[in-house]
């Protein structure tokens, strides 16, 4: 197991017509038995990352470190890692002990040793049963976990994986979701791990790196990403269903909403929380007139009769999810998400009033899309975060 650090990674592909930057100067310090997911939407330059992690790319710039060792001339099968793809790579003529055992065969393991060995981690995958059959007699989901098996049989430096869970039916993600962190924990691993699903990077992962367009918009635990972003890139990529964002200008010591149909909202900014990250100190009074964006989630928001609230809007669509109802509102054509317990009192397309709970909102610069404050009076993102309900109180 080891520590990994990218120091400014970057790869160029040349392509026909001029060049591709796939990623553009990414760092990255994950400690020795960390968790880490790269998660952003498709192109981002998460696949290219891993792979200059592993060495299955060249980097154009930057180094790659297994704890203090330059490994990045290294090709990938000197770099003592284990990897597993989408698509599952298993040896077809072996039995799946065979497969299981095959990494300590190349290592030159002793015939009995390494059996023992594969039938230990067949045992921690729960496929102990499944060892004497080939692989065309699994399911995609026992065929996984013999890959995983087959990946971490041996103690590799890192365990490297690139969207592992694709392909599986979503009861079967969820099993193995748990399935490979209980492995992950138990056997001390450092996991680098891609993905485009924010839900899987939430279960998994001690640390999430967001990225976007070749570049990491912000590296943290899943709490921080998603109660902390950094910017209205992650705000938005994060959290499930989307944020709602809505413009408006600083107006002295408030910043002024104004929706698609003329309805003014206010909110009070708390910078607090913030001010530490932002470069300039200027106060709220120097800003009037700059353009910033209100994030509101959609759990933040609340549906309550007409002439209630404040904000009055059409309620269009109730979509059950189980325990909660995501709600689609319109205000003229600009779509409002709430999500909502309770909606027995509502009807879909009838019009009703939102309650925002102001201290759960995050104000963005206009230009830059940075975080720069949050919404309320609560002195610190503590609190914030303990509140709870829908009560708007400090306006
Ligand atoms: P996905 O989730 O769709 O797999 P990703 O975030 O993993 O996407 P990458 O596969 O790293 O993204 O690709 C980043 C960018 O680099 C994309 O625009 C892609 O088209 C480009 N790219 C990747 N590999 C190559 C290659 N071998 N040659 C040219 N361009 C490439």
């Known amino acids: 197991m080891s520590r990994i650090r990218v120091d400014e990674l970057r790869k160029v592909y040349d392509v026909p017509g001029g060049q591709e930057v796939a990623v553009n100067g990414v760092n990255l310090d994950i400690p020795d038995t960390d968790f880490l997911t790269l998660l952003g939407p498709s192109g981002c330059g998460k696949t290219t990352t891993l792979r200059c992690i592993a060495g299955l790319e060249t980097p154009t710039d930057g180094t790659v470190y297994y704890d203090d060792e330059d490994?990045?001339?290294?090709?990938?099968?000197?770099?003592?890692?284990?990897?597993?793809?989408?698509?599952?790579?298993?040896?077809?003529?072996?039995?799946?002990?065979?497969?299981?055992?095959?990494?300590?065969?190349?290592?030159?393991?002793?015939?009995?040793?390494?059996?023992?060995?594969?039938?230990?981690?067949?045992?921690?995958?729960?496929?102990?049963?499944?060892?004497?059959?080939?692989?065309?007699?699994?399911?995609?989901?026992?065929?996984?976990?013999?890959?995983?098996?087959?990946?971490?049989?041996r103690e590799p430096r890192a365990f490297l994986m690139d969207e592992p869970m694709t392909g599986l039916d979503e009861k079967l993600k969820v099993i193995m979701r748990k399935e490979l962190k209980r492995v992950v924990e138990e056997t001390n691993q450092t996991v680098v791990y891609v993905t485009h699903s924010q839900e899987e990077a939430m279960m998994l992962s001690d640390h999430i790196a967001v990225m976007n367009d070749g570049q990491i918009e912000q590296v943290g635990s899943p709490n921080e990403v998603y109660g902390e972003p950094n910017n209205k890139f992650v705000a938005t990529?994060?959290?499930?269903?989307?944020?709602?964002?809505?413009?408006?200008?600083?107006?002295?010591?408030?910043?002024?909403?104004?929706?698609?149909?003329?309805?003014?909202?206010?909110f009070k900014p708390r910078d607090d929380a913030t001010r530490a990250k932002r470069k300039d100190n200027n106060s709220w009074a120097d800003r009037t007139g700059d353009g910033v964006e209100v994030g509101f989630r959609p759990q933040a928001l609340s549906i309550v009769p007409e002439g209630d609230g404040d904000v009055t809007a059409d309620l269009k669509i109730i979509e059950p999810m189980g325990e909660n109802n995501l709600c689609y509102l319109e205000v003229d054509d600009q779509e409002i998400r709430v999500v909502e317990e309770d909606v027995t009192d509502f009807d879909e397309q009838t019009t009703v009033g939102i309650d925002i709970n102001r201290s759960h909102g995050y104000v963005f610069d206009g230009q830059t899309g940075s975080t720069i404050a949050r919404t309320g009076d609560s002195p610190t993102v503590e609190a914030v975060e303990s509140t709870s309900g829908h009560a708007a109180t400090d306006d």
């Not at 959290?239 to 698609?260: A, C, D, K, Q, Y």
Request: proline residues 6%; glycine residues 8%; charged residues 30%.
């Open 71 to 153: 490994v990045t001339p290294k090709p990938a099968q000197e770099r003592d890692i284990s990897m597993v793809f989408q698509e599952i790579a298993l040896y077809p003529h072996m039995k799946c002990i065979d497969n299981i055992a095959y990494p300590l065969k190349v290592r030159g393991v002793p015939k009995e040793e390494r059996y023992e060995r594969a039938r230990e981690v067949a045992e921690v995958l729960e496929v102990g049963d499944l060892v004497e059959k080939h692989p065309a007699e699994l399911s995609g989901g026992q065929r996984q976990r013999i890959a995983i098996a087959r990946a971490i049989v």
């Open 237 to 266: 990529f994060v959290g499930m269903p989307e944020m709602n964002i809505w413009s408006g200008h600083v107006s002295g010591e408030t910043i002024e909403v104004e929706l698609e149909d003329g309805q003014l909202v206010e």
